[in-house]
Protein backbone atom coordinates (compact mmCIF):
# COMPACT_ATOMS: atom_id res chain seq x y z
CA UNK A 1 0.00 0.00 0.00
CA UNK A 2 1.51 3.38 -0.81
CA UNK A 3 1.48 5.65 1.95
CA UNK A 4 2.94 9.17 2.16
CA UNK A 5 3.08 10.91 5.58
CA UNK A 6 3.82 14.43 5.76
CA UNK A 7 5.25 16.09 8.89
CA UNK A 8 7.00 18.94 10.23
CA UNK A 9 4.50 21.70 9.81
CA UNK A 10 3.72 24.07 12.58
CA UNK A 11 3.47 27.92 13.75
CA UNK A 12 6.22 30.30 12.78
CA UNK A 13 6.97 33.50 12.53
CA UNK A 14 7.52 35.51 9.80
CA UNK A 15 10.75 35.17 8.65
CA UNK A 16 11.45 32.28 9.69
CA UNK A 17 11.63 28.72 8.24
CA UNK A 18 10.54 25.51 8.02
CA UNK A 19 11.62 21.63 7.08
CA UNK A 20 8.67 19.82 5.78
CA UNK A 21 8.96 16.02 5.42
CA UNK A 22 7.35 13.33 3.37
CA UNK A 23 7.91 10.03 4.34
CA UNK A 24 7.10 7.49 1.73
CA UNK A 25 6.40 4.11 1.79
CA UNK A 26 4.72 0.79 -0.42
CA UNK A 27 6.35 1.40 -3.51
CA UNK A 28 9.91 1.80 -5.57
CA UNK A 29 10.88 5.18 -3.87
CA UNK A 30 13.17 5.82 -7.24
CA UNK A 31 11.52 4.99 -9.67
CA UNK A 32 8.71 7.84 -8.80
CA UNK A 33 8.07 11.31 -8.60
CA UNK A 34 7.31 13.10 -5.75
CA UNK A 35 5.30 16.84 -5.34
CA UNK A 36 4.79 19.39 -2.95
CA UNK A 37 2.17 21.47 -3.34
CA UNK A 38 0.04 23.66 -0.89
CA UNK A 39 -3.72 24.59 -0.45
CA UNK A 40 -4.74 27.69 1.59
CA UNK A 41 -8.65 27.84 2.66
CA UNK A 42 -11.00 28.65 -0.41
CA UNK A 43 -8.45 28.35 -2.98
CA UNK A 44 -7.47 25.68 -5.47
CA UNK A 45 -3.91 23.43 -5.19
CA UNK A 46 -0.78 25.11 -5.90
CA UNK A 47 2.13 23.21 -7.25
CA UNK A 48 5.00 23.79 -5.92
CA UNK A 49 8.21 21.79 -6.68
CA UNK A 50 8.88 18.05 -7.62
CA UNK A 51 11.45 15.67 -7.79
CA UNK A 52 12.15 13.00 -10.23
CA UNK A 53 13.63 10.44 -7.91
CA UNK A 54 15.59 8.48 -10.72
CA UNK A 55 17.98 11.10 -11.27
CA UNK A 56 17.39 13.76 -9.22
CA UNK A 57 16.12 16.16 -11.60
CA UNK A 58 14.46 19.29 -9.67
CA UNK A 59 11.28 21.75 -11.05
CA UNK A 60 10.08 24.55 -9.12
CA UNK A 61 6.66 26.66 -10.43
CA UNK A 62 7.66 29.72 -11.58
CA UNK A 63 6.13 31.53 -8.59
CA UNK A 64 7.85 29.02 -6.46
CA UNK A 65 11.33 29.70 -7.03
CA UNK A 66 13.74 31.13 -4.70
CA UNK A 67 12.54 30.59 -0.96
CA UNK A 68 11.41 26.81 -1.50
CA UNK A 69 14.49 24.39 -1.80
CA UNK A 70 13.12 20.33 -2.90
CA UNK A 71 15.70 17.77 -1.66
CA UNK A 72 15.48 13.57 -1.38
CA UNK A 73 17.01 11.32 0.38
CA UNK A 74 16.61 8.05 -1.57
CA UNK A 75 17.94 6.18 1.53
CA UNK A 76 15.52 7.13 3.88
CA UNK A 77 12.73 7.13 1.02
CA UNK A 78 11.92 11.15 2.23
CA UNK A 79 11.71 14.06 0.25
CA UNK A 80 12.26 17.26 2.17
CA UNK A 81 10.66 20.99 1.58
CA UNK A 82 13.01 23.82 2.93
CA UNK A 83 10.99 26.98 2.99
CA UNK A 84 12.77 30.44 3.81
CA UNK A 85 11.76 33.57 4.73
CA UNK A 86 8.44 32.46 5.52
CA UNK A 87 5.50 35.24 4.41
CA UNK A 88 2.19 35.29 6.25
CA UNK A 89 0.64 34.68 2.56
CA UNK A 90 2.11 31.35 2.67
CA UNK A 91 -0.14 29.99 5.81
CA UNK A 92 -1.60 26.60 4.10
CA UNK A 93 -2.01 22.96 4.24
CA UNK A 94 1.10 21.10 2.48
CA UNK A 95 0.44 18.30 0.92
CA UNK A 96 3.42 15.89 -0.77
CA UNK A 97 2.05 13.62 -3.49
CA UNK A 98 3.55 10.53 -5.74
CA UNK A 99 3.69 9.99 -9.28
CA UNK A 100 5.20 6.73 -11.49
CA UNK A 101 6.01 8.87 -14.44
CA UNK A 102 8.39 11.46 -14.43
CA UNK A 103 7.69 14.74 -13.43
CA UNK A 104 8.49 17.96 -15.27
CA UNK A 105 8.16 21.80 -15.74
CA UNK A 106 4.66 20.87 -17.33
CA UNK A 107 3.44 19.60 -13.93
CA UNK A 108 2.98 23.53 -13.18
CA UNK A 109 1.17 24.67 -16.32
CA UNK A 110 -1.58 25.82 -14.23
CA UNK A 111 -1.75 27.54 -11.10
CA UNK A 112 -3.50 25.11 -9.39
CA UNK A 113 -3.30 21.25 -9.83
CA UNK A 114 -6.20 18.98 -10.20
CA UNK A 115 -5.94 16.33 -7.52
CA UNK A 116 -6.35 13.68 -9.79
CA UNK A 117 -3.14 14.20 -12.04
CA UNK A 118 -1.04 12.67 -9.50
CA UNK A 119 -2.31 9.43 -8.14
CA UNK A 120 -1.31 9.51 -4.15
CA UNK A 121 -1.18 12.01 -1.93
CA UNK A 122 -0.55 12.64 1.68
CA UNK A 123 -2.85 14.18 4.27
CA UNK A 124 -1.06 16.80 4.72
CA UNK A 125 0.99 19.23 7.17
CA UNK A 126 -0.39 22.58 8.48
CA UNK A 127 2.32 25.40 8.41
CA UNK A 128 0.73 28.51 9.64
CA UNK A 129 2.68 31.87 9.60
CA UNK A 130 1.98 34.76 11.40
CA UNK A 131 2.87 38.11 10.63
Known amino acids: EVQLVESGGGLVQAGGSLRLSCAAS????????IGWFRQAPGKGREGISC????????YYADSMKGRFTIASDNAKKTVYLQIDSLKPEDTAVYYC????????????????????????WGQGTQVLVSS
Open 26 to 33: GFNFDDYS
Open 97 to 120: AADWAPCGQGSFRTPTVRISSWPY
Open 51 to 58: IWNSDGTT
